[in-house]
């Protein structure tokens, strides 16, 4: 028997007896006969087809228009085989013996136990039904999206099936496919999560297996308001408790120090990010799926940051969440920011214009256009780099913004971190104190988190540098410890391993380690304008200025400016101009920075070097004695012999610069770039 092939899930096709792919004529042609093909009995009442296709139309225009499509689809398929459609005065019928639907496929795998049928079933669902058939009828509309709501909880019912069946055949492979599906249809869906905790747990990762009841938990409280079930709770404490010669198994794998069955499991980030895709605007050039590459880019690099979460594209992407306001997707999603985007050609010129939405306050907090050239229309490098790292940045400061106007006694362990970052720019003994106090409060409340600790590295090196405690070789190696802490539990965070980097060129005088681990950093994370930062003070440091002055331009490419450490880039711009020994443009960015933050010792010291080249005495002994009132204890040659130079010509044009003017004397704090 000569049976067609039709496909409604995702994008229609229909392929006759002998296999070509047959073209209706048109949209509502693929709707009548999907309409009709959906029917109990396969069969439907004509006047009800004039109300769903052609409601705004008068009752003769709508009748000639039925007639017509009816003409014209028995004509297209008449042409390859008997057709399966046929009609009456009355109805309209489908032979149902003529038929292979792929929904009818769908329903019949509900109530299968193979898992050849089921895994053919699971490829079925390509989308929502009639994906790119819209039509300006709503009464179809309204069909259509209750039929879509039907076929999803079909499709979960396969897919929930299908899981049962995999995890009695120990099929680890397929079970974690399929419940990544099951979750992109529902993300709080607790079978697909406990299957996914129970699959890692038994790999021997406890961590992902933990990682993920927490996401199930914000999940479930985010989208429904509500708990974990007992069943879930149950495997949760059977995971925290395994069996002694499994734990062991376990452990072996993670730090004598860090055993996350006895830890908090509160490891995902609070702060989650949404990208919507960006809409292109009519253009003879570039299509739809031009906005969606770029989105789709942009996601995938914005998850290179470990200190937020990017809610991933199969949820962002769907059609339903597209037309929801922010506030709706925040709830939906659970999603503290949101970013839309369009692109325009304006006379000859496309533009990209972003906005990011803060879903909690419901207000956008930055925007920008971006010009997008004639070779960016291939694929734009370029632009994707630039709203990355302008993303990290701005969400940064707005985060850093809500901390300061919160409850100190209610603060979570990221909102302190954040805070006591941001202390970096105030640079007082106080700010010093209270930094400490926030980040022991962090890392009690979530021990687990590498971003908290490569942070609080970093902090510690930031105080080396300004003299601050009052044992520095205690804080030396608690920098290194902490640095090290990060590492062991994230040894692919990007950040963690430019901290690391960091203390081992610059505090630990290791230079070539230092830059393979900031190399390395980069690699994971092409687009941290303060990681580009940090590895052209290294390789300033190595005696490759130039190399030092390009990656100055990406980091400015990727992040023009970031208000609360704006004087780092500048003075980290001074240095790499001390190194290529030009003294005029390494002196305009040390007065920058002394401009930007009047406390910030290291920015001193290097212009002053700077003004000593230049003969500058009058401003040298200016600020001079502008550092003395913050370090008394300053002296030149203690700071010449602390600095990591690579090559001598480097540590003699330092010392030339600070000791060539009658008024210099000498430094002793060590400078955090």
């Known amino acids: ?26 949209r509502k042609h693929r709707a009548l006969m999907a309409y009709v093909l959906l029917a109990s009995g396969k069969t439907v009442n004509r006047e009800k087809l004039l109300g769903l296709l052609w409601g705004s139309r008068s009752d003769g225009q709508a009748r000639a228009s039925l007639r017509g499509v009816l003409s014209e689809i028995q004509r297209t398929l008449k042409k390859f085989s008997e057709s399966p459609i046929d009609a009456d005065r009355s ?27 089921l895994a053919a079933a699971f490829g079925l669902y390509g989308g929502e039904l009639l994906e790119s058939i819209n039509l300006n009828e709503q009464h179809f509309e309204d069909w259509k999206q209750a039929e879509q709501q039907n076929l999803q909880a079909t499709y979960r019912k396969v897919l929930t099936r299908y899981l049962q069946v995999l995890n009695q055949k120990g099929r680890g492979e397929d ?36 990682r993920q009841f927490n996401l199930c938990r914000e999940r479930l409280k985010t989208q429904y308001n509500s708990d974990v079930s007992d069943e879930t709770l149950s495997l949760l404490s059977f ?42 605007s009519q253009s003879e050039q570039i299509g739809p799926e031009f906005g969606e590459l770029i989105s789709g880019e942009i996601i995938g690099a914005v998850a290179k940051f470990k200190w937020f979460r990017v809610i991933p594209g199969s949820e962002t992407f769907r059609l339903k969440i597209k ?40 207000r956008i907090f930055w925007s920008e256009r971006f010009i997008l050239p004639s070779e960016a229309l291939i694929y734009p490098e370029d632009i994707v780099d630039r709203v990355v790292g302008q993303l990290d940045a701005k969400i940064r400061a707005s985060e850093i913004s809500q901390a300061h106007r919160r409850d100190r006694e209610s603060l979570s362990a990221y909102q302190c971190t954040l805070l006591a970052l941001s ?117 300033a440091y190595c005696g490759e200025p130039q190399q030092a002055l390009e990656r100055l331009e990406k980091s400015k490419l990727l992040c023009p400016v970031e208000q609360h450490f704006e004087f780092l880039f500048d003075t980290a711009n001074c240095v790499t101009h001390l190194f290529n020994h030009d003294p005029k443009l390494a002196a305009e960015w040390g007065y920058k920075t002394v401009r930007e933050n009047p406390r910030f010792t290291n920015g001193y010291k290097h212009l002053l070097v700077a003004l000593g080249h230049l003969g500058k005495a009058d401003e040298f002994e200016h600020y001079i004695n502008l550092l003395r009132e913050i370090d008394p204890s300053f002296e030149a040659e203690s700071f010449l012999q602390s600095f990591p130079f690579a090559k001598d010509a480097d540590r003699e044009f330092y010392r030339k610069g600070l000791l060539s003017t009658a008024a210099a004397p000498g430094a002793n704090a060590a400078p955090l770039i």
């Not at 000569?2 to 006759?16: C, M, P, T, Y």
Request: proline share 3%; glycine share 4%; net charge negative.
């Open 323 to 362: 037309s929801l306001s922010a506030a709706n997707i925040a709830r939906k999603i659970g999603a503290n920011y949101l970013m839309s985007g369009r692109i325009r050609k304006i006379r000859e010129t496309y533009t990209l214009s972003v906005e990011l939405v803060d879903c909690v306050n419901n």
């Open 91 to 117: 109805n309209i019928y489908i032979n149902q013996d003529l038929i292979e639907l792929d929904v009818d496929q769908l329903a019949d795998a509900t109530r299968s136990s193979s898992t050849d049928t």
């Open 1 to 26: 028997m000569a049976i067609w092939r039709v496909k409604v899930l995702g994008e229609f096709s229909l392929l006759a007896p002998d296999g070509q792919c047959v073209s209706l004529p048109g």
């Open 239 to 280: 995971i925290k408790s395994p069996a002694e010669d499994f734990q062991q198994r376990v452990s072996s794998a993670n730090s004598d120090d860090f055993d996350l069955s006895k830890s908090s499991i509160d490891t995902m980030p609070e702060i989650a990010l949404a990208i919507l895709p960006i809409v292109v």
């Open 423 to 539: 202390n970096i720019y105030d640079l007082s003994n106080e700010a010093y104190e209270d930094s400490e106090k926030l980040f022991a409060k962090a890392t009690k409340l979530n021990p687990n988190n590498s971003w908290f600790y490569s942070i609080w590295a970093l902090w510690k090196m930031f105080c080396l540098g300004q003299a601050w405690g009052q044992y520095p070789e205690d804080e030396f190696k608690r920098a290194g410890e902490l640095a090290h802490q990060a590492i062991k539990r994230d040894p692919d965070d990007a950040l963690a391993l430019v901290v690391l980097g960091h203390f081992e060129s610059f505090w630990g005088r290791n230079l070539e380690q230092g830059r393979k681990l900031i190399d390395y950093s980069l690699k994971l994370n092409p687009y941290s304008s303060f990681a580009w930062m940090i590895s052209a003070a290294t390789y």
């Open 175 to 210: 079970l974690e496919r399929v419940a990544h599906q099951l979750l992109e249809l529902d993300g709080a869906d607790e079978d697909a999560h406990r299957a996914l905790m129970n699959l890692y747990f038994h790999q021997g990762n406890t961590s992902l297996a933990l």
